[in-house]
């Protein structure tokens, strides 16, 4: 379950996330009547074992105060969206809080509270109840926020949304061990760090100021990727994330087709690809040339790829005695039948691979550091798939 946003994003202008200037407001405090009109799911908590409310939604109240929470410990649902609040302190207070929105704030630190936890270092007579956070989704979008600190004191939580903030370096989650959804996009991060050895499944990193995806080569477990409207251009280090089937480069600066042609080895999962708005896309027959190597395609940029458009990417670069099969065709069609001027020709007869004699420095456009890194990692691939043989 995923929380959306109410109200509208913030302008992003020069690659900066921009919102109102002013970030104090005049606001209303949470009252019991408003509480009352926000209550939903009357149930018997899983914890408890009691009955209560168990969700409270008060989004778009010009909230400024939410102290009045602490009276409500049993809540596990909490909507506090679209209002003015700067301080999320009062939800230590709240120890079975599961999913929380607080997304459109004007909140500047991430999580930063802590929940009483009962354990061989922090033991008391009545703590056995305490057990730390529990929240597992938590939405902060359009917020304040410009430093990550160590979210370690919220073990559990499985899905952070932090898009439209003003976070330039990635920290703070190297013990969020059940996190599978990720969301960093539109804000000011130029490397890709901090994410090592995670579970995360979805990771968006759209519209930041990021030159190179070195820093992904440990997620194993990713499969769904978006670096769309960053600088890249240079996508070789995607090859050792093997389970993607979803990939979001759109709007980047990669320049050569044949880049793709480093993914194919690996990744036999890869089902979609977004490539609109980069320079290799205005070559003659770019769909044909990346449906071409990367034969497990479904989808491309907008379009689902058909057995037709399977079948020209095959004819294009079919070869016999240096024609292509496409040549061939047309030349055995005008032989048998020469007063036929029907035959109708999907592509052009002189098309050429301009790619085909480009180096890996040039193909790639990359430094001699990422070049050794990328054929370190492709060394490593190569010596498991060895030692997989064997055993």
Same mark, same amino acid.
């Given at each position: 379950?995923?929380?959306?946003?109410?109200?509208?994003?913030?302008?992003?202008?020069?690659?900066?996330?921009?919102?109102?200037?002013?970030?104090?407001?005049?606001?209303?405090?949470?009252?019991?009547?408003?509480?009352?009109?926000?209550?939903?799911?009357?149930?018997?908590?899983?914890?408890?074992?009691?009955?209560?409310?168990?969700?409270?939604?008060?989004?778009?109240?010009?909230?400024?105060?939410?102290?009045?929470?602490?009276?409500?410990?049993?809540?596990?649902?909490?909507?506090?969206?679209?209002?003015?609040?700067?301080?999320?302190?009062?939800?230590?207070?709240?120890?079975?809080?599961?999913?929380?929105?607080?997304?459109?704030?004007?909140?500047?630190?991430?999580?930063?509270?802590?929940?009483?936890?009962?354990?061989?270092?922090?033991?008391?007579?009545?703590?056995?109840?305490?057990?730390?956070?529990?929240? !597992?989704?938590?939405?902060?979008?359009?917020?304040?926020?410009?430093?990550?600190?160590?979210?370690?004191?919220?073990?559990?939580?499985?899905?952070?949304?932090?898009?439209?903030?003003?976070?330039?370096?990635?920290?703070?989650?190297?013990?969020?061990?059940?996190?599978?959804?990720?969301?960093?996009?539109?804000?000011?991060?130029?490397?890709?760090?901090?994410?090592?050895?995670?579970?995360?499944?979805?990771?968006?990193?759209?519209?930041?100021?990021?030159?190179?995806?070195?820093?992904?080569?440990?997620?194993?477990?990713? !499969?769904?990727?978006?670096?769309?409207?960053?600088?890249?251009?240079?996508?070789?280090?995607?090859?050792?994330?093997?389970?993607?089937?979803?990939?979001?480069?759109?709007?980047?600066?990669?320049?050569?087709?044949?880049? !793709?042609?480093?993914?194919?080895?690996?990744?036999?999962?890869?089902?979609?690809?977004?490539?609109?708005?980069?320079?290799?896309?205005?070559?003659?027959?770019?769909?044909?040339?990346?449906?071409?190597?990367?034969?497990?395609?479904?989808?491309?940029?907008?379009?689902?790829?058909?057995?037709?458009?399977?079948?020209?990417?095959?004819?294009?670069?079919?070869?016999?005695?240096?024609?292509?099969?496409?040549?061939?065709?047309?030349?055995?069609?005008?032989?048998?039948?020469?007063?036929?001027?029907?035959?109708?020709?999907?592509?052009?007869?002189?098309?050429?691979?301009?790619?085909?004699?480009?180096?890996?420095?040039?193909?790639?456009?990359?430094?001699?550091?990422?070049?050794?890194?990328?054929?370190?990692?492709?060394?490593?691939?190569?010596?498991?798939?060895?030692?997989?043989?064997?055993?």
């Amino acid at each position: 379950m995923e929380f959306e946003d109410e109200v509208a994003a913030p302008v992003e202008a020069n690659g900066v996330v921009m919102k109102d200037d002013a970030v104090q407001h005049s606001g209303a405090a949470l009252t019991k009547e408003l509480v009352e009109k926000g209550f939903h799911s009357l149930g018997k908590h899983p914890i408890l074992q009691k009955h209560a409310y168990l969700g409270l939604n008060v989004p778009s109240l010009q909230l400024t105060n939410i102290s009045y929470l602490s009276n409500y410990k049993n809540l596990m649902y909490l909507d506090i969206s679209n209002n003015k609040i700067e301080s999320l302190t009062v939800l230590s207070e709240l120890p079975m809080l599961v999913q929380l929105n607080a997304s459109n704030n004007n909140i500047t630190d991430c999580l930063n509270f802590k929940l009483p936890l009962c354990d061989e270092n922090n033991m008391w007579a009545d703590g056995h109840n305490s057990i730390g956070s529990m929240l !597992t989704l938590v939405n902060l979008s359009s917020n304040y926020i410009s430093i990550l600190n160590d979210l370690s004191h919220h073990a559990y939580i499985e899905c952070l949304l932090l898009s439209k903030n003003y976070i330039s370096k990635i920290n703070g989650f190297s013990n969020l061990q059940f996190l599978k959804v990720l969301d960093l996009s539109y804000n000011n991060i130029q490397v890709i760090e901090g994410l090592d050895n995670l579970n995360i499944n979805e990771l968006n990193l759209e519209g930041n100021n990021i030159k190179s995806l070195t820093g992904l080569e440990s997620l194993s477990r990713l !499969t769904v990727l978006n670096v769309a409207k960053n600088n890249v251009s240079n996508i070789a280090p995607l090859s050792a994330c093997t389970r993607l089937e979803s990939v979001d480069i759109r709007y980047n600066n990669v320049a050569t087709i044949r880049q !793709t042609e480093l993914l194919a080895p690996n990744m036999e999962y890869l089902s979609y690809l977004y490539a609109e708005g980069n320079p290799f896309c205005s070559k003659m027959n770019y769909r044909l040339r990346i449906i071409h190597r990367l034969p497990t395609l479904v989808h491309l940029d907008a379009t689902v790829i058909s057995p037709d458009e399977k079948i020209r990417a095959s004819n294009l670069y079919n070869s016999n005695n240096g024609f292509s099969d496409i040549q061939m065709r047309a030349e055995t069609h005008h032989k048998n039948l020469p007063d036929d001027n029907n035959f109708i020709l999907f592509e052009r007869l002189d098309f050429v691979d301009d790619e085909m004699k480009l180096t890996m420095e040039e193909l790639l456009y990359v430094t001699q550091e990422e070049k050794q890194s990328f054929l370190k990692q492709s060394a490593n691939n190569i010596a498991a798939q060895f030692t997989s043989t064997l055993f």
